[in-house]
Every structure is written in structure tokens, then in C-alpha cells.
């Protein structure tokens, strides 16, 4: 099976920084795009950045300037560094990549179980 699990949410004042980790593990042979998706109260799903596996990357208007995604493709991990942080930051934020389990098989989504980002003002 394959795991997306992320870290690195909390509680932070605005104008603070955080940075999130999502590790992708299990039966492994190819990751695609990597992406960062957040959630707030009430709201739909939303895509905050995307990191292709050669390292292009692609921002919500929201948020560029203030947040930077990275991968490292040894360790299956993606990275979201969200700096200069504002209240409508807070939500559910959720990994997301596209994975291959084998030369043969398809590329599947999958998710991690999020973790919240709550910005106080």
C-alpha cells in the first residue's frame, strides 16, 4: 500500500511562518506531481502549489510570493514552506501525488489525512 503522511501544521500568529512535510511510503516505483491542496470552513478544496518531478513549480495567486513548494525525489517528499502567514491561511491543508506502483500500472492519486494550519490575527 501507499502512505501519504504529512506534519508540521500548528497554531502561529500572523506575519509567522510554518512549514509543512508530506513523506510518501510503501510500494513505491514512480511519483508524478506532487501538490498541496488546503480547506477551510465551509469552503471547497482548493489547489495552493504543485511541483512537477522535474522541480517546475505552479502557485495560487493567494499565495504566491509568500509560499515556496519543494520536493526531495530520494526521499519521497514534498515540502510546503508558507511564510509571511494571514488568517485566511488557517484551513485543512492535504497532500497530494500522483503515484505508480509499477512500470505497468497506472498513475493513482493519493491523499494525505491532513493537517490543520490555524493563523491567529
Known amino acids: 500500500q501507499v502512505q501519504l503522511v504529512e506534519s508540521g501544521g500548528g497554531l502561529v500568529q500572523a506575519g509567522g511562518s510554518l512549514r509543512l512535510s508530506c513523506a510518501a511510503s510503501?510500494?513505491?516505483?514512480?511519483?508524478?506531481?506532487m501538490d498541496w491542496y488546503r480547506q477551510a470552513p465551509g469552503k471547497q478544496r482548493v489547489l495552493v502549489a504543485t511541483?512537477?518531478?522535474?522541480?517546475?513549480?505552479n502557485y495560487a495567486d493567494s499565495v504566491k510570493g509568500r509560499f515556496t513548494i519543494s520536493r526531495d525525489n530520494a526521499k519521497n517528499t514534498v515540502y510546503l514552506q508558507m511564510n509571511s502567514l494571514k488568517p485566511e491561511d488557517t484551513a485543512v491543508y492535504y497532500c497530494?501525488?500522483?503515484?505508480?506502483?509499477?512500470?505497468?500500472?497506472?498513475?493513482?492519486?493519493?491523499w494525505g489525512q491532513g493537517t490543520q494550519v490555524t493563523v491567529s490575527s
Open positions: 511541483i512537477t518531478s522535474g522541480g517546475s513549480t
Open positions: 497530494h501525488a500522483e503515484i505508480k506502483k509499477g512500470i505497468v500500472t497506472p498513475w493513482i492519486d493519493y
Open positions: 510503501g510500494s513505491i516505483f514512480r511519483i508524478n506531481t
